[in-house]
């Protein structure tokens, strides 16, 4: 029996378990993964090993059900299935998002706490930041574990790349995009160590302490009437908690592993004859993801060694990160999306309307030295140095899905629906997105380097005068996941806004699942800031408690 057992041994469960520990000396922590530990694993360490991991044994290789908006095709999507979870296996990117997202956040589960001035502490508790001298102090953190760097390596492409940006979307060239207003053009920020390497979350944060168990994936959650008493593992074991148990699973095992407990909405359970223990009609609903749009570009001179994989790509700088140096963020003008969202059927479309503000960061643009998702599009683009990627995400979708079960099994896959593109707001919002960097590369600078773009068979190449249709037509044929999914027991409706779980005590829900709305940067920095603000909440609640259980 543990003090407090925590599911899910990825970037929130580990930091949470850590600090669970180091708060609390005296108070054992169990944490339980599904896959292995492969922190010493090459592949997880060195950056380069990064685009080896999709399609692995060391990730979930999901595939969503047939998406409407996009003819019925399938998407790929992932996740870690190693101890520190997707921090393991990610590209590493490091962005916050804008203040206005979580100050909506804030608003609608009626807490400052999870605002950004209130979550702003644990950005900082977390991060190491590599320029203390250039940044502001109270925006940024400088003895976190968690150490980034940002545009570190002087690549061939940069100043040409960044100047076609600057010139073709009219952007701000800003420097740090990561203290509360992201939108412009800024340095590509990233948490691999300045010396190259990966920074998974339970190396980072030690787990010293804690009791881990590996390749050990829970099968349920075990209920003695509304209390959480431990869990069972997928081989029979049964491990109680004391005082909490802290289910980190993910946006999408952490739905699973409530259904399968008896947890959810009666029609979902009554499909596969598992009795209801709680009613929770919104376990695994509120599902959202990024959409992401990759375009590849072939380069003029790819003799000159411009991009990774070229044989000449070998200055050892280059390796110490995701080739990368430049982020664009956009917010969509409120003009281009009203009519969309009066077509959605949003109330309110006025100026004030939170969707609408000018410092949402509703797209992103990220160029990449290399064709990066390439092998997920049906391309066969060799990687050697002829391409180069300008992916285009949408950071603030309004469509939603839902996870549900396709079996009563603890280790198959879910059923993924993240819906994606069901909304006019969010087609206006990737065209957008896309528009601006196709400009980008349309312009003296941009055409200095960008020979054409790659295209499928049977479509031609896109162009900023591409029409709505011939863009939706590329989208519903290639667009794919940044593999940011999130929502699935979402604050105000699953749990509360200490990430108690309505009508079960004892139980916490503590990952990206819980985010009520969509956060528009890449999902660690926001995860670490709940998972450290979880931890403090959940040593509060048991400070001077250490004889009593859950039960009383």
């Known amino acids: 029996m543990a003090d407090y057992l925590v599911l899910g041994g990825g970037l929130a469960g580990c930091t949470v378990a850590t600090r669970l520990k180091e708060y ?94 209130g979550l702003l502490p644990y950005f900082r508790k977390t991060e190491n930041h590599h320029d203390p001298e250039g940044v502001d102090p109270k925006q940024h953190g400088f003895d976190g574990p968690m150490y980034t760097t940002a545009s570190a390596r002087h690549y061939p492409l940069k100043e040409v790349l960044h100047d076609s940006f600057v010139k073709g979307t009219s952007l701000p060239a800003i420097t740090d995009a990561n203290a509360g207003n992201p939108i412009g053009i800024a340095p590509y920020t990233e948490n691999w160590h300045p010396e190259g390497r990966r920074q998974p979350a339970g190396k980072a944060y030690g787990l010293k302490g804690v009791d881990v168990l590996t390749d050990s994936p829970v099968r349920r959650i075990l209920l003695e009437g509304n209390v959480a008493k431990g869990a069972e593992l997928a081989d029979g074991r049964k491990i109680m908690a004391k005082r909490e148990v802290i289910l980190s699973c993910g946006a999408i095992r952490t739905p699973q592993v409530l259904l399968l407990s008896g947890i959810g909405p009666a029609e979902e359970l009554s499909k596969h004859d598992i009795e209801q223990l709680v009613d929770a009609p919104e376990v695994g609903r509120n599902f959202h993801d990024h959409i ?157 380097f960008i020979k054409e773009e790659v295209v499928p068979k049977g479509y031609k190449a896109l162009t900023s005068e591409s029409t709505d249709e011939e863009i939706d037509a590329r989208v519903k044929r290639s667009a794919a996941t940044w593999f940011h999914f999130a929502g699935s027991a979402a604050m105000g409706k699953v749990v509360d806004t200490e990430l108690r779980f309505h009508g079960v005590k004892g139980l916490r829900v503590c990952d990206a699942s819980v985010l009520p709305c969509p956060i528009g940067a890449h999902y660690q920095v926001a995860t670490y800031a709940i998972a450290e603000q979880g931890a403090e909440m959940i040593t509060a609640a048991w400070a001077g408690k250490s004889s009593e259980t859950n039960g009383t």
């Open 292 to 448: 992401a749009m990759a375009q590849f570009y072939k380069i003029k001179h790819p003799e000159k060694n411009l991009l990774a994989g070229a044989p000449g790509w070998n200055d050892p700088t280059y390796l110490l990160g995701v080739p990368a140096d430049t982020v664009i963020t956009a917010s969509v003008p409120p003009d281009v999306l009203k009519a969309a969202m009066k077509a959605d059927g949003f109330s309110d479309v006025t100026d004030s309307h939170p969707h609408l503000q000018p410092t949402r960061g509703h797209t992103e643009i990220l160029p990449i030295y290399a064709p990066t998702e390439a092998p997920l599009t049906d391309l066969n683009i060799p990687f050697d140095g002829t391409c180069l990627t300008a992916g285009t995400l949408n950071l603030l979708p309004t469509s939603r899905g839902s996870v549900t079960l396709a079996s009563t099994d603890p280790t198959a896959d879910p059923l993924i629906d993240p819906n994606y593109y069901a909304t006019n707001t969010d087609r206006v919002v990737l065209r957008y997105g896309m528009r601006l960097a196709m400009r980008a590369f349309e312009t003296p600078e941009g055409q200095s």
């Open 24 to 117: 609390d000396p005296s108070a054992s922590v169990t944490l339980v993964e599904a896959g292995p530990d492969e922190h010493a694993n090459p592949l997880m360490i060195e950056p380069m090993g990064t685009f080896q991991l999709h399609m692995s044994k060391f990730e979930y290789n999901y595939h969503t059900v047939p998406q409407k908006h996009y003819d019925g095709r399938e998407v790929y999507n992932a996740g870690g299935k190693v101890l520190s979870g997707s921090s393991s296996v990610n590209y590493a990117m490091w962005t916050r998002g804008g203040a206005d997202d979580y100050n909506l956040w804030a608003e609608i589960v009626g807490d400052k706490r999870w605002s950004y001035d």
